[in-house]
């Protein structure tokens, strides 16, 4: 090959996993900083960006992530250049890539499991016939006790508020604290007095579809694992964002309230974690 010694892989063979820590730093730094991206369009704009085409979205987040890393050195133009012709060098990347997201993906479950216990489902045929009752028309986004009267604002589950928290909030350094400073408000209060912003529908949806997962798991009365695919749960997501966008429209005072408070309740770990190192 005519390529230079930092735009080759090293140690690959294909069809098998990409050895990352053995590549040259700048496409380590250029692999890292594409997760990082996906990650984020994960959780902003889609939990499942690369449902359609895996290849072309991590090839554009390779991309992206090399035009950020060539400002601080030259040599990445000739990565650029081979991620831009080379499917054979674009390939084994992507698929690194995917799967770190899958992994990210998977972690959320791995929490939002963590929280089923708060739904009391019980077990074999009383905990077949709840998860049933619960998943039926999204009840299970409601807080509140099991007389259907008396389920609260949606998306408001203790489920969801802590996967939401833990997942994505429980130090400065997870992605949704690093994000907050980007979060923003669409509601127009008329008295201009209520400005504050708002988790983001896609970060909501995301936990809501992850906490659906997990409670289809146990659709049987016994645990079942099953995997937290595009393929399996994208419809599911895009349904949720469909639904927290219908209930913004016809709702919007009481969705900014709700939004805006589950907000603040992950902020809240993070003011308080931020409080004791200073004292």
């Known amino acids: 090959t005519d390529w230079p010694e930092h735009a080759l892989l090293i140690s690959y063979t294909r069809g098998k996993d990409l050895p990352l820590k053995k590549q040259h730093a700048l496409i380590v730094s250029v692999v890292q900083g594409a997760i990082s991206k996906l990650q984020v369009q994960c959780v902003l704009e889609h939990a499942f960006p690369e449902l359609l085409d895996k290849i072309a979205t991590a090839r554009t987040v390779l991309l992206e992530s090399a035009v950020t890393v060539v400002r601080k050195d030259v040599r990445m133009k000739d990565i650029s250049e081979r991620l831009s012709c080379d499917l054979e060098f674009v390939t084994p990347l992507s698929n690194l890539i995917i799967d770190r997201i899958s992994t990210f993906r998977k972690s959320l479950k791995d929490q939002a499991e ?29 807080p509140g006790t099991w007389d259907e009267s008396k389920w609260n604002p949606p998306y408001c589950h203790i489920a969801i508020k802590k996967t939401l928290k833990r997942s994505f909030f429980h130090t400065p350094k997870h992605l949704g604290s690093q994000l907050t400073p ?41 645990y079942a694992p099953i995997s937290f695919s595009g393929d399996r749960y994208s419809s599911v997501y895009d349904a949720h964002v469909e639904a927290l966008n219908d209930l913004i429209r016809t709702h919007p005072k009481n969705m900014h309230n709700i939004l805006a408070g589950l907000l603040e309740y992950c902020r809240y770990v993070i003011v308080r974690f931020l409080s004791l190192a200073i004292y």
């Open 114 to 142: 963590k929280e089923i216990a708060a739904y009391e489902l019980g077990t074999e045929e009383k905990c077949a016939a709840r998860v049933e009752g619960i998943l039926e028309l999204d009840k299970f986004v409601f």
């Open 182 to 222: 980007t979060f923003t408000c669409a509601y127009q209060d008329p008295t201009g007095v209520d400005r504050r912003n708002e988790m983001p529908v896609t970060m909501v949806a995301l936990v809501a579809t992850a906490i659906f997962a997990g409670l289809a798991e146990w659709t049987n009365g016994t």
